[in-house]
């Protein structure tokens, strides 16, 4: 469930910049007023009604996506400051190692000791 979130999640973000980047600023009525553009592919209106709804769509849909990641996303994983609170465990030194006793000559007519 999480990655199909995250996958529509992605695609409504790009389809989301790319009706913004769609759309005309402010001052695309100036120019038009002087450059002679024409918009009928939209209507006579222009396209800045249907982008307009078509962004509030697509907004609410990213938010609702990223709301929803948001609390899969706590379900999942504890925090971070969850054992903040505890005190922290006091940790031991470890033993000095006991240092290896010299080693004692055999006595003679032992036999000798195998070979590494």
Known sequence: MHT?????????????????????GKGAGIGAAFGGSSQTVFGSTGAAPFLAKLTAIVAIIFMCTSLGLTFMGRQQ?????????????????PATPVPAAPAQPAPPGSPAPPSK
């Open 4 to 24: 199909i979130v995250v996958i529509i999640h992605v695609i409504v973000s790009l389809a989301l910049v790319s009706i913004v980047l769609l759309q005309h």
């Open 77 to 93: 994983a504890p925090s971070v400051m969850q054992g903040a609170g505890q005190p922290a465990a006091t940790q031991t030194a």
